[in-house]
């Protein structure tokens, strides 16, 4: 990469996560994804009954469920926006590869949602204070649920170039997550087992989040269960670049 | 600076721009009419590198739009027809972006800054809102990203659209100045404009260039152009009428009484002879004796020349 292509991407995430911070968008969203994540882990979760110095069931295996509304809302607007407001015809004429505009966007957004992430570390002090927990297996589950919300994401990127209705956007990605997920979901896999072949189970699993997140959560880092996110990630940032094209050749 | 070849655009079974060719060259300013949809827009975003074109070519400063775009977009300031912002930045904080954008880094964005909003006056608004400013702010202010690089070639899609008349005048003034030493195309409905401000102008109509030539050009070519007309007193219609009508070089007169002094208009046998024309005209007023109020020759007018070239044939009939 040309330092050239990074100064045009770092100049549009820059512009993008200060877009964020400017408008009251971004604190709702961090209140609202640390609450809603202290809630399903004390509450739901029942971190304390558990009696285990884990966030694995009580933290973790929640962020599938709460990334499937939160991800989607926090990138819905990153495309269809520009459409809407017509900047888009400033943006592509700019002296740049519309694939830095996608890479930046994308970065952008996924800075933010980890900054939002990072923000529940006093999950972790609290199970660091009350028992010796197996740190190498949270920071595992946090990089899986990074990865989780920038594949995530990217579906959200893809779906907001395909509309400049921000709202379409957001419902068009959260079909495409939930699909994602109960692709693998076990309750799921578990209907299906019982009339398609053990192939097709595996096949239509293979492109869930679920069990390569399931990993994560257990503190497992397999390269497969990286390459599953990166490809998913790829995919729909090459996904956005062809409907971008398509926009502006019809 | 920009070579237009044999531009089509089809938008499924519509051809919205049909083999359009032009050229603009430094020191130019092109004006670009046509009424709604005629295509103008969608030749500028081929020309901006916006959208590709369906065939034909487009070169901006030796840099072919679709094999080299980067080099050819970098030459180009682009304000698009709706002047779109980011409204959630500050005037500020939008131009430092738009110079980000164009490579400028450091002391010569703050600098490009303080020059644009100098000159498209914007000072008392550079740490406001975007979303905040009125209409007139908000298209200045995408005005301004467009020259914040000083590029060597401008499109504006109408630059003086939602202004207000001293605004209007002086963006016009702006885009005169600029043209001096840049190649710049815009695109307006407002003919004054054209004529104010233009080299040249094209007219477009259903995708086609049906009219291209200096302003001058382009009024000539209007029914009235060279058409003489006169007022004057001491004599009685009929009388006038003959001796105008006796003229070598007169073709249709009409002539009518308007209280004390008598009017005529008078066609040019040929439009080349309007000159000639009027010095006859004179001639024969002072040789009958007849007090000359008023002499005039129509130079023609671009509206009218646009209706003609632009007015589908049936709605011409029906007027």
């Known amino acids: ?250 | 600076m920009i070579i237009v070849e044999n531009l089509v655009k089809e938008f499924g079974p519509k051809r919205a721009v049909n083999s359009v060719s032009f050229t603009v060259n430094r020191g130019e300013i092109l004006g670009f009419l046509g009424p709604n949809g005629a295509g103008k827009s969608t030749t500028m975003r081929m020309i901006t590198g916006y959208i590709p074109p369906t065939s034909g070519r487009v070169s901006v400063g030796g840099n072919d739009l679709s094999e080299n775009p980067i080099p050819a977009k970098k030459l180009i300031g682009y304000l698009p027809e709706s002047a779109p912002c980011y409204s959630d930045m500050t005037v500020h904080g939008f131009l430092s972006f738009a110079a980000e954008m164009r490579g400028m880094r450091g002391r010569t964005i703050q600098d490009a800054i303080q020059r644009v909003a100098s000159l498209c006056f914007l000072e008392g608004v550079l740490h406001q809102s975007v979303d905040t400013l009125s209409k007139g702010y908000r298209h200045r202010t995408c005005f301004a990203q467009s020259i914040i690089h000083d590029p060597e070639v401008l499109v504006l899609d109408e630059p003086t659209d939602g202004l207000d008349p001293n605004q209007k005048h002086e963006v016009r003034q702006l885009i005169k100045r600029m043209g001096e030493k840049k190649a710049i195309i815009f695109s307006t409905h407002i003919l004054e404009e054209v004529e104010a401000v233009c080299s040249r102008a094209i007219i477009i109509d259903r995708g086609t260039v049906v009219a291209n030539g200096t302003p001058a050009e382009l009024k000539a070519r209007s029914e009235n152009a060279g058409l003489v007309r006169v007022r004057i007193s001491g004599g009685t219609v009929d009388a006038v009428k003959g001796k105008l009508t006796g003229l070598m070089t007169a073709g249709r007169v009409q002539v009518q009484s308007e209280g004390a002094s008598i009017t005529a208009r008078i066609q040019p046998r040929e439009r080349a002879l309007a000159g000639e024309l009027a010095r006859a005209v004179g001639d024969a007023a002072s040789q009958s004796g007849w007090k000359l109020e008023e002499l005039h020759t129509e130079e023609g007018r671009l509206d009218e020349v646009f209706r003609s070239i632009t007015l589908p044939d049936t709605v011409k009939r029906t007027e």
């Open chain 1, 1 to 250: 990469m040309s330092s050239d292509s990074s100064r045009h991407i770092w100049t549009i995430a820059k512009r993008e996560l200060s877009g964020y911070f400017n408008s009251p968008v971004a604190y709702v969203f961090i209140v609202i994804f640390l609450l809603l994540n202290g809630f399903f882990t004390f509450m739901l979760g029942g971190f304390f009954e558990l009696g285990e110095a884990s966030l694995s069931k009580p933290f973790f295996s929640w962020h599938p469920w709460l990334y499937l509304f939160l991800v989607p809302a926090a990138g819905m607007r990153l495309w269809s926006e520009e459409r809407r407001v017509g900047t888009l015809e400033l943006l592509l004429t700019y002296p740049i590869a519309p694939w830095e505009a996608i890479l930046g966007k994308f970065i952008a957004s996924w800075i933010f949602l980890a900054i939002a992430l990072g923000l529940t570390f006093p999950v972790v002090l609290t199970v660091g204070y009350l028992g010796s927990p197996d740190l190498g297996a949270i920071l595992a589950g946090y990089l899986g649920s990074f990865l989780l919300a920038g594949a995530y994401l990217a579906v959200t990127v893809m779906t907001s170039a395909l509309t400049r209705n921000q709202v379409v956007s957001f419902i068009l990605s959260v079909v495409i997550c939930f699909f994602l997920i109960l692709a693998g979901w076990e309750p799921v896999t578990n209907l299906l087992v019982r009339w398609a072949p053990d192939t097709i189970v595996n096949l239509v699993a293979s492109f869930s989040v679920m069990p390569h997140f399931g990993n994560f959560q257990r503190g497992v880092v397999d390269l497969r269960d990286l390459l599953f996110f990166a490809s998913v990630i790829v995919f729909s940032l090459f996904g956005t670049g062809v409907i971008l094209r398509g926009l502006r050749g019809a």
